[in-house]
């Protein structure tokens, strides 16, 4: 398997848990009339769609759901590639109700392909048609999806980017809900709003966004699952220590101040005459040498600071 599955590689990884809360928000969304086919599109190729779809139908399938993973990118198809099967006969043969040897085929045991994640099987494109939209408008479509619901809880499928061909347009129309992939900084505002428009005009409806490919920090990439790395957890633990000695001194001093008020001033301005008595008995090199001191420490902080903002 490649990488490119990573919630089937590295299920205990951050990424693979976040596909898992994507999953329980997709669930939540459409509890009321129950989610039986899934579409994930994006505006401009690159953004992730295909990636999302595969690691979601991994997340699906890891729930004792049995899903069926289709690529109905018959244009530029890449699901094969990335599960390792075949990718003809598929998508393109059955609607055309042909397949690869030109003879007519019917059952849709010839063009699912088995995976290595148990209860997840992909429907691949098959060869690449002159007219994938006109295909995609035939009942044929629709004759489909039917008969895969009847064996399976969950169809995912896997569209083409929105702004360059209508295709997933007319795929949301007939699907329960759809997903747009958003790369980070890849879509513009109004081509976003357009497709929105696009696919309620024809009546589909939005489940929500995947905001992909956003830069994460080396401590969230070190996260896994529920766990932070055991030394990100021990350092947690020693800062978290000393913030309470720090509140636990203060309260101390507040206590002291507000039960033996003249002692704690006396206290207070005893300490004052030491701290200016030792600085007046210092040489001038002394003092200088502190005072430089101080000021590279003042430095070197606020460098620690400064490199701590890049990194968040």
């Not at 898992?20 to 009321?32: D, G, H, P, Y």
């Not at 301005?269 to 200016?276: D, N």
Request: charge should be neutral; aromatic fraction near 6%; include cysteine.
């Amino acid at each position: 398997m490649r990488r490119e599955l990573i919630a089937h590689e590295e299920p205990k990884s951050y990424v693979s848990e976040l596909f898992r809360t994507l999953r329980t928000n997709v669930q939540f969304m459409s509890s009321n009339k129950g989610l039986r086919t899934l579409l994930v599109t994006s505006t401009l190729p690159g953004e992730g769609k295909s990636w999302v779809a595969s690691n979601l139908a991994v997340a699906f399938a890891q729930a004792n759901k049995k899903v069926v993973l289709i690529d109905a990118d018959m244009r530029k198809c890449c699901l094969h590639n990335i599960f390792k099967v075949s990718s003809y006969p598929g998508l393109s043969n059955f609607l055309a109700g042909v397949n690869e040897n030109g003879s007519e085929a019917n059952d849709l045991g010839n063009y699912l392909r088995e995976t290595e994640i148990p209860n997840l099987y992909l429907l691949p494109a098959g060869n690449v048609p002159p007219n994938p939209s006109e295909l995609l408008t035939t009942s044929r479509i629709i004759e489909l999806l039917n008969e895969l619901q009847k064996g399976c809880d969950l169809i995912i499928i896997d569209g083409t980017p929105s702004k360059l061909v209508t295709d997933a347009v007319i795929l949301s129309r007939i699907v329960d809900s759809t997903i747009i992939v958003a790369g980070h900084n890849m879509a513009k505002k109004d081509d976003f709003a357009k497709i929105v428009r696009d696919i309620k005009n024809v009546g589909g409806n939005i489940a929500g966004v995947v905001y992909n490919k956003k830069p994460v920090t080396n401590k969230k990439e070190n996260e896994t699952y529920y766990y932070a790395t055991q030394n990100d957890k021990k350092k947690d633990d020693v800062e978290y220590e000393q913030k309470r000695q720090i509140q636990r001194n203060r309260a101390t001093d507040m206590l002291n101040r507000d039960r033996n008020s003249e002692e704690y001033q006396k206290q207070i301005q005893e300490e004052i005459v030491k701290e200016i008595k030792q600085e007046t008995e210092k040489l001038p090199e002394e003092r200088a040498t502190e005072m430089l001191k101080q000021f590279n420490e003042y430095l070197q902080k606020e460098k620690e600071n400064r490199d701590n903002r890049s990194q968040k």
